[in-house]
């Protein structure tokens, strides 16, 4: 049993000074059992003492008394720090401001999401017409008492009738599908059960639609069973889920997964198939109008992206990587598909592109120019028309609809701009601001910048940084510095209420574009995964050395932050450089390497990190695997690990496991904790009370443990 003493802060008052008194608290974590599992890889014996923490906590009475003990020293170390309440409701003020997603149209009405400010989750509301009352039509926060039961998914017939909707509970990836009939205004007894990673597409005929499901996993492992087998159904409206038509299945393919679409003319189904998270995918394609015709192969290997964007008849546009990593739109005559027949539309440049649209008959199509987003409108033959002017350097997403629609709204976001909606006129190129939130906040009162730094291998590497003015940069400020790098998933500037909580409290936020992301094509993408993923870290490492070495911070003043794969960034940069971080947050962290792919999605995964099948790439796994890298007598930083009880996609596991070893090992005096909420999954859904309640926990153990001197905390009752 280890046993560790950690001095608490105690402060006079909210934001006040420091008080001479300190308390002692010692931390006594579990005496958590050590089993003598070995496995064998490839000749090579590797020790798995946690294995049982594997189990899931509803099955296994251990498990969920090992949660229990140490939710209970968490709090209550928590519940000590004197900032704590004040965090929480600064964070609850800054949080309450009315919030709008951008409208979009779907059967000849309007939709849009809005939230009062505080709500656990935002309604659905409709309009007719922009210039019409809106009017209610979902409100998730009725479906469960505290919020956790969410809308996960919606689809809507042509004519405008029907609407498919998706709920998720507890945050877990598997969703529950209703239907709704919107000329009556009452739920139909559609239910349709055991989805995940998968939307729904209606035939023109609004009788019926396409959707993807697995098979029931087996009692009591729902949570944690290896999703494999999905399959492509039709589902007509009234019916019972078990008379469902089977459309498409490849048993011969467990891995294979199915994404299914319906053009806008309602001629052709499209499938895509993939087999992991990556880009790369086949394509079939199903004529609608030959009852009895099947799928047949327009892309049969997976090679390379192709996303599709729209068709003229039998002339389908895709967005594709193949012969151009950055990105380029062709086009492909299912009369003749083979390769040497695809036609340029749009040629590749040298920024990627990261997103299209068909509206207008025009594409809308998004760059990213040095992690910033620019937007172009190009007719189908490939000439430009104009670009869509934005507000500044931020991001810009949004423009959907239908092809015949004549407007569409996109959102502007940046880290000192909340998301602002606007109303394009897609044939005279005007724009018009549509809403803008009031947030309580001057946004000229912050600094927001990038820079370039060198990573280990002198690759140059984008990081926005961003303070509030005034602030004395020597060396000594909190720092919190986030990145995630894997999967091409592009981090761009946004703006967060947590951010500014955190921004005001004197703390400077980093936010590091590291390779294995997509924001500089997939090359960018390629550079930071499988055996190069150690690149990743390297270029995590070399920014907070960046931040010390040009006086934001010091080493005992930086914490580092991420989730899921960013979880691991944080898990393996703690663990090759415990000496270089104040504080880490690894949050729902992908942490044994080893076993990652033998649970729910995580075997998508491997086309990003490797199968440890595979001997060469078990060693680089092995390597840089967090839980296998923890070193006994190191001293290891102040560690929060955030997971939750319900996490489907990286099961809570990893988190147990690296927690239990990391609590064994600790040389140190600084805590190791891990906070574990229930009902609760990944992070998508999560009611807004968690996600400010888990925010002010970690933001108290930062300050805690980062700041000299306790920060001033304005809130409105102190102002």
């Not at 609004?206 to 009591?220: H, Q, V």
């Not at 327009?298 to 964007?309: A, D, R």
């Not at 950055?326 to 040298?350: L, M, Q």
């Amino acid at each position: 049993m280890r046993i560790f003493s950690v001095a608490l802060i105690l402060t006079l008052s909210l934001g006040g000074v420091l008080a001479d008194s300190k308390e002692s608290l010692s931390l006594d974590y579990p005496d958590t059992k050590k089993g003598d599992v070995v496995d064998d890889y490839h000749g090579t014996q590797v020790k798995d003492p946690y294995r049982w923490l594997e189990e899931d906590a509803r099955e296994s009475k251990q498990v969920e008394q090992w949660i229990e003990a140490e939710n209970k020293i968490t709090f209550s170390y928590l519940e000590r720090i004197p900032e704590r309440t004040a965090i929480e409701n600064r964070l609850t003020e800054l949080w309450d401001y009315e919030k709008y997603s951008s409208p979009f149209k779907a059967g000849g009405r309007y939709y849009y999401f809005y939230n009062t400010g505080l709500q656990n989750q935002s309604a659905l509301f409709t309009q007719d017409s922009l210039d019409d009352e809106p009017r209610k039509l979902l409100d998730p926060n009725t479906w469960s008492d505290d919020g956790t039961v969410a809308l996960a998914g919606m689809s809507f017939s042509d004519d405008g009738r029907y609407m498919a909707y998706a709920k998720s509970s507890a945050g877990s990836d598997w969703q529950e599908w209703f239907l709704f009939d919107l000329e009556k205004g009452e739920e139909l007894g559609d239910h349709l059960k055991w989805t995940k990673f998968t939307g729904t597409s209606w035939t023109p005929d609004s009788k019926g639609f396409f959707y993807s499901r697995f098979d029931a996993p087996p009692p009591g492992e729902q949570f944690k069973a290896l999703n494999q087998n999905q399959k492509v159904f039709y589902h007509r409206v009234g019916a019972d889920q078990s008379r469902d038509v089977l459309v498409y299945a490849r048993p011969d393919q467990p891995n294979w997964g199915f994404g299914s679409e319906v053009t806008e003319d309602g001629h052709y189904l499209i499938i895509s198939v993939y087999e992991g998270t990556d880009n790369r995918n086949r394509v079939f394609v199903k004529d609608l109008f030959e009852p009895y015709g099947m799928p047949v192969p327009l892309v049969g290997h997976i090679e390379n992206e192709y996303s599709f964007v729209g068709n003229d008849g039998p002339t389908f546009y895709f967005r594709t990587d193949l012969d151009a990593p950055k990105g380029r739109i062709i086009a492909i005559d299912v009369r003749h598909p083979e390769p040497e027949n695809y036609r340029e539309i749009i040629p590749e440049t040298e920024h990627p592109l990261s997103g299209v649209s068909l509206k207008g008959n025009l594409f809308i199509l998004t760059y990213l120019q040095d992690v910033t987003s620019s937007v172009k409108i190009v007719r189908t033959d490939g000439s430009h028309v104009r670009d869509v002017e934005l507000p500044g350097k931020g991001s810009a997403g949004g423009f959907g609809g239908k092809r015949s629609d004549l407007d569409t709204f996109y959102s502007y976001t940046s880290f000192n701009t909340p998301s602002t909606i606007y109303r394009y006129d897609i044939v005279t190129g005007e724009t018009k601001l549509f809403r803008r939130p009031d947030v309580k906040f001057d946004p000229e009162a912050y600094v927001v910048k990038q820079v370039f730094y060198e990573s280990k291998d002198g690759t140059r590497i984008p990081m926005f940084i961003a303070h509030r003015k005034g602030i004395k940069l020597d060396g000594n400020t909190p720092t919190m510095l986030y990145g995630y790098g894997g999967f091409s998933i592009s981090l761009t500037p946004g703006f967060s209420v947590t951010r500014l909580a955190w921004m005001e409290m004197g703390g400077v936020y980093a936010l590091a574009n590291l390779r294995g992301g997509g924001e500089y094509g997939e090359e960018w993408h390629d550079a930071g995964r499988l055996h190069n993923k150690q690149n990743v870290f390297d270029d995590f490492i070399a920014a907070a050395e960046w931040l010390i070495d040009n006086d934001y911070t010091s080493k005992d003043k930086l914490a580092i932050m991420g989730g899921s794969n960013g979880g691991l960034l944080v898990g393996a940069c703690l663990t090759q450089r415990p000496d270089l971080f104040g504080v880490a947050v690894p949050a729902v962290g992908v942490m044994d390497m080893l076993r990652y792919h033998k649970f729910t999605a995580g075997r998508y995964w491997v086309d990003d990190y490797g199968s440890p099948d595979d001997p060469e790439y078990f060693k680089t796994l092995y390597a840089y695997s967090p839980y296998h890298n923890i070193k006994q007598g190191t001293k290891y930083p102040a560690t929060i690990i955030t997971t939750a009880d319900t996490d489907d996609r990286v099961v809570p596991g990893h988190s147990f496991k690296f927690a239990a070893a990391l609590q064994e090992a600790q040389g140190g005096d600084a805590p190791i904790l891990i906070r574990v909420e229930t009902k609760a999954g990944h992070g998508g859904g999560k009611p807004t009370k968690k996600r400010i309640e888990e925010t002010a926990d970690v933001y108290s153990f930062l300050v805690d443990n980062l700041y000299d001197e306790a920060p001033v905390i304005e809130t409105e009752a102190t102002e």
